[in-house]
């Protein structure tokens, strides 16, 4: 490959899939800024493209496989790298498929920039797709400054234990690497003062979070520790598990100031015989008294979740148990997936398979069912006030933010409020959003 290794070459990220994904993204973002390129928007015509896939759904993979083709026709003569979960988890096909130049899995994202060099430098080593180990070390990932947010996304943990039996995940991700919490606390520090004011703790457990530490530090205990951190003046948690909810841990979060009463709560199933089936560890009862406990200390919280339509056995009579276990739970918000087989899954094996078209039905039940409850908790904030960071600076002087409990809002405003958490006054809905003043 003839390339000028004087010029400044330019680089455009495509990233796909999970807020880890889109972590990692920004850091590698910042490993190349500080190695001499310049990044500019996806949209643009670059030297390099880089293609963060994913691959929790066959869609996502197909759709990781195209962006990276489609970087190719853009520019012919690109440099085009493919990293992450759809890397691991098929790299023959990524190599045969794709017009890729490099391919690195989910270990390596922090020598990008001098993978790339040595690329250029036709001096390239062979980074090879590693299997995980029993016991794999955190790959540390960190960020100094974000570009144009105003939450702070961070990494504290990569890998998952649980095999859950639809899942590839913990194939691809390997298992619970848990960050240290030094190299947390430095980060927020340093979020905080560039002037971002929420921090979301992602990874892809992060109930697990400690578990693999010969300390015991778990994720309040870091959680904790964050609150005292001047600046930021929210906390809120990406996804987690059920089995991490109980007394001490909802007591030790409501008493602290600056934590969010919004829980996004994996679910899948309302039903308890298809939760066996998919190796989710908790019933729909017990599933239900962490909520109780969860609004026992935060009334007010907004508790969101995932669930999977369609998976292999499931009966009109498992998903009618769904759709009566989403009625009484009252979420805020659901997000619905319709199953997608999973080669090298132990639920790919399971029969018998649910047609296109059942899924299809289910989907939309379950969806309009959900809109229906979320707008019922919605109205429950009308002529209260409620405190917002707004995010998105909109057309005609509107503004766009989250509440604690992760509701949206829509504000009119003369001076520009972007980036502040300020008091507002709900007084309506219209459509998914509540409209303040």
């Given at each position: 490959m003839n390339k000028d290794t004087k010029k400044e070459y330019t680089v455009s990220f495509i990233t796909l899939g999970c807020k880890v994904n889109q972590y990692e993204t920004e850091a590698m973002t910042e490993v190349l800024e500080a190695e001499g390129f310049k990044v500019l928007p996806p949209d643009e015509i670059s030297d390099i493209y880089i293609i963060n896939t994913c691959a929790v759904t066959k869609e996502s993979e197909r759709k990781s496989r195209q962006f990276i083709n489609k970087a190719k026709r853009i520019n012919p003569d690109a440099l085009v790298v493919a990293v992450g979960c759809s890397v691991q988890l098929n790299s023959e096909k990524i190599n045969k498929e794709t017009a890729a130049d490099i391919i690195i899995g989910t270990k390596h994202k922090g020598n990008i920039g001098r993978i790339i060099k040595d690329k250029l430098n036709?001096?390239?080593?062979?980074?090879?797709?590693?299997?995980?180990?029993?016991?794999?070390?955190?790959?540390?990932?960190?960020?100094?400054t974000l570009h144009d947010?105003?939450?702070?996304?961070?990494?504290?943990?990569d890998g998952c234990s649980q095999f859950?039996?639809?899942?590839?995940?913990?194939?691809?991700?390997?298992?619970?690497?848990?960050?240290?919490?030094?190299?947390?606390?430095?980060?927020?520090?340093?979020?905080?003062?560039?002037?971002?004011?929420?921090?979301?703790?992602?990874?892809?457990?992060?109930?697990?979070?400690?578990?693999?530490?010969?300390?015991?530090?778990?994720?309040?205990?870091?959680?904790?520790?964050?609150?005292?951190?001047?600046?930021?003046?929210?906390?809120?948690?990406?996804?987690?598990?059920?089995?991490?909810?109980?007394?001490?841990?909802?007591?030790?979060?409501?008493?602290?100031?600056?934590?969010?009463?919004?829980?996004?709560?994996?679910?899948?199933?309302?039903?308890?015989?298809?939760?066996?089936?998919?190796?989710?560890?908790?019933?729909?009862?017990?599933?239900?008294?962490?909520?109780?406990?969860?609004?026992?200390?935060?009334p007010g919280a907004g508790i969101t979740t995932d669930i999977i339509v369609g998976f292999p056995g499931e009966s009109d009579e498992e998903f009618n148990e769904t759709l009566e276990f989403v009625r009484q739970i009252k979420f805020s918000r659901i997000h619905v997936f319709k199953y997608s087989v999973r080669e090298g899954t132990k639920a790919a094996e399971i029969e018998p398979k649910i047609i296109d078209s059942v899924k299809s039905e289910r989907s939309k039940i379950l969806i309009d069912l959900g809109e229906r409850i979320s707008r019922e908790f919605m109205k429950k904030f009308i002529g209260r006030n409620l405190s917002v960071l707004i995010?998105?600076?909109?057309?005609?002087?509107?503004?766009?933010?989250?509440?604690?409990?992760?509701?949206?809002?829509?504000?009119?405003?003369?001076?520009?409020?972007?980036?502040?958490?300020i008091n507002v006054h709900i007084k309506g809905i219209r459509n998914d959003y509540l409209l303040a003043e």
């Open positions: 036709n001096t390239e080593q062979t980074y090879a797709i590693e299997e995980f180990k029993s016991r794999e070390s955190f790959e540390e990932l960190k960020i100094s947010k105003t939450r702070a996304n961070i990494k504290i943990q859950c039996s639809y899942c590839i995940i913990p194939y691809v991700r390997g298992p619970v690497r848990s960050r240290n919490h030094e190299d947390i606390i430095k980060e927020v520090t340093r979020i905080a003062k560039s002037g971002y004011k929420e921090v979301v703790l992602n990874g892809i457990h992060i109930s697990s979070y400690g578990k693999d530490l010969k300390e015991k530090y778990y994720l309040i205990d870091l959680i904790e520790d964050i609150n005292k951190i001047e600046g930021i003046e929210r906390i809120r948690l990406g996804s987690i598990e059920p089995n991490l909810i109980n007394e001490d841990f909802m007591k030790r979060y409501a008493d602290l100031d600056k934590t969010c009463d919004h829980f996004h709560l994996s679910l899948q199933s309302g039903s308890d015989s298809v939760l066996k089936r998919m190796n989710r560890r908790y019933t729909g009862d017990e599933y239900k008294n962490k909520v109780d406990l969860i609004r026992k200390f935060m995010e998105t600076e909109k057309n005609n002087d509107r503004y766009e933010g989250y509440t604690t409990n992760y509701l949206k809002v829509l504000l009119k405003s003369d001076i520009n409020v972007k980036n502040e958490i």
